[in-house]
């Protein structure tokens, strides 16, 4: 992926499986959590000079569609908002939306909204982890479960992505410049 010029926008949806009855008699709800979530996102970049763009274009089209992955992360939070710091993984076999760390002297304090990196999955902290031992609640759930002492990356986080579709498509102004917008899904 290129790394200039960076994304205009990046518009992240979270979507989560849950299905929803809804009795036509009472109105009562029924739910049924499948406890299954994923990120996707559409990227638009600014305009772009014909070199710039045909970078983008050549890189888009080596995806070959939604064969191809990459890593993105979120570009306005490469640093978690409480302090930086190192942190593993503590006990082996997690499944789940909760993950039981432990981080020694100099471990991160990470706020909801943090972002943590474990191997090529991307999380989204949305509690508060003040150090030391403790469970981090996270979304979406555990993807594959880490090993014990796995190192849990908290800044410059990134994830693993493909295009949400295979048909890539770009435009061209009179005024040579070009515009360049995708849609992406994470790679599950």
Do not use: C
């Amino acid at each position: 992926m290129p790394s200039y010029p960076s994304p205009r926008s990046i518009d992240f949806t979270a979507i989560d499986t849950v299905g929803v009855a809804v009795s036509p008699f009472t109105g009562q709800q029924q739910t049924q959590n499948w406890r299954n979530a994923w990120l996707e996102a559409s990227v638009s970049m600014p305009p772009l000079k014909h070199i710039q763009a045909q970078a983008w274009i050549a890189w888009l089209l080596g995806l070959q569609g939604q064969a191809g992955v990459f890593q993105l992360g979120d570009p306005l939070a490469p640093l978690p908002q409480g302090l930086g710091g190192s942190m593993t993984v503590s006990g082996a076999g997690q499944t789940g939306y909760t993950l039981n760390v432990a981080g020694g002297a100099g471990a991160p304090s990470l706020l909801p909204g943090d972002w943590i990196q474990i191997g090529f999955r991307l999380y989204r902290n949305i509690g508060t982890y003040n150090g030391g031992a403790g469970a981090l609640d996270i979304w979406p759930q555990i993807r594959e479960s880490p090993l014990d002492g796995t190192a849990i990356v908290v800044t410059d986080t990134k994830g693993l992505f493909r295009l949400k579709s295979n048909v890539r498509k770009w435009s061209e102004s009179d005024m040579r410049m070009y515009g360049l917008e995708f849609e992406i899904r994470e790679a599950i």
